[in-house]
């Protein structure tokens, strides 16, 4: 059985849930998607004809479903893949009518490619109930890390404390509840908040982001960095000589969809982690990886947290060497790969 994995429009996504696990596989993958690069409709039929699976990554597009559709009946067998909720949408943050329509459609479009799918995969248990409604036919795919994109850290000689306050974390409504102790971080001289997003290269505000992007420009000890293609991500990281990466978020379902990826990414790096846990349990950094990070329950103590790791630092980089073997052990993609084909078949055959 040949599995084609194709790209969704997020090529961060597209990046560990289908280039990773086709890579090391030995399955097909569309490379030029990763760089950024437009890849031909043609092309892409060329080789979903020599496929016998096609595994379409977060397919938002109507195109998408058409082209799932066509290969359908030509007898290939279609495969959804998500790591994010088609009902979790945060539409209020979108700002204006026509980008709230754009996102509902988008959902439309998802709902519509899950009953059209012969099997789907999500990343978490959450997902999987939520998919369940609308396709009996559900599998739990982790993410994983690739090794290799491990890289030795920039050593931090600035005599500052630097967080890493990185992508998504810094927008969805997720930094708001703590934005006042943000503020007392930034009134310190001996830290610096280290941001990585909502900006691109070119200096222009991602869509949708404004409101976030006025926050963290209003700060005066904050030093910004561009978000960076999925190539470039965590070789960035590791050259931001960051001591923490903080990763609060909004108790809402939205997040109790998403995965433990920032934890991943960080640990690889050997960066020591702060992250939101929520009060029934549901964070995606609860369970068994809580052991490797540390965790904030009750939003008003993230400065006090924060204060506590800076000065018994030697422990908590202890901690993140710890959850770098960790994730190794437990989400290399290496080892995990194959369970990707195997599962697919599964879904296939039921």
């Known amino acids: 059985m040949k599995i084609l994995y194709i790209q969704g429009n997020y090529n961060f996504c597209y990046y560990y849930r289908g280039y990773l696990p086709g890579v090391y596989s030995n399955q097909t993958v569309v490379p030029e998607n990763i760089r950024g690069e437009e890849v031909s409709a043609d092309k892409l039929m060329q080789k979903a004809m020599i496929s016998d699976v096609i ?23 279609i495969i959804m893949d998500n790591d994010d909720t088609y009902s979790g949408i945060p539409l209020h943050r979108l700002g204006n009518e026509k980008r709230i329509e754009l996102a509902k459609q988008l959902n439309k479009n998802l709902y519509d490619f899950s009953k059209l ?31 290799y994109d491990e890289f030795e850290c920039k050593e931090n000689e600035t005599g500052k404390f630097r967080i890493g306050i990185i992508g998504s974390v810094m927008s969805n409504d997720d930094c708001n509840e703590i934005r006042d102790q943000i ?8 830290i610096t908040l280290v ?37 470039e991500y965590m070789f960035t ?34 960066i020591p982690v702060l992250a939101q846990g929520f009060s029934d349990g549901t964070s995606p950094y609860q369970g068994a990886d809580e052991e490797y990070m540390s965790i904030v329950t009750d939003n008003e103590t993230w400065y ?37 084909t195997d599962t697919i078949k599964k879904l296939l055959t039921q």
């Open 304 to 340: 006090n947290r924060i204060m506590e790791i800076k000065e018994k630092y030697s422990d908590y980089k202890l901690l993140a060497h710890k959850a770098h073997d960790y994730v190794v052990e437990n989400y290399n993609i290496h080892v995990y790969a194959q369970t990707w």
């Open 117 to 147: 799918a012969d099997g789907i995969t999500v990343s978490t248990r959450v997902l999987a109930k939520e998919y369940a409604e609308l396709n009996p036919n559900v599998a739990v795919l982790k993410n994983c890390i690739d090794p």
């Open 237 to 270: 990281i590791s050259q931001l000589a960051l001591d923490l990466a903080i990763i609060p978020r909004k108790e809402h379902y939205f997040n109790q969809c998403k995965s433990n990826l920032k934890f991943l990414e960080m640990s690889l790096l050997g």
């Open 55 to 77: 595994c379409f990554q977060r397919p938002t597009s109507e195109e998408s479903y058409k082209l799932a559709w066509l290969l359908k009946q030509a007898g290939k067998k």
């Open 183 to 190: 503020k007392q971080l930034d009134e310190r001289n001996d």
């Open 195 to 231: 941001l990585l997003g909502i900006k691109l290269a070119d200096g222009r505000v991602m869509t949708g982001m404004q409101e976030d992007y006025d926050f963290w420009a209003s700060l005066k000890n904050a030093e910004w960095h561009p978000s960076v293609n999925i190539t």
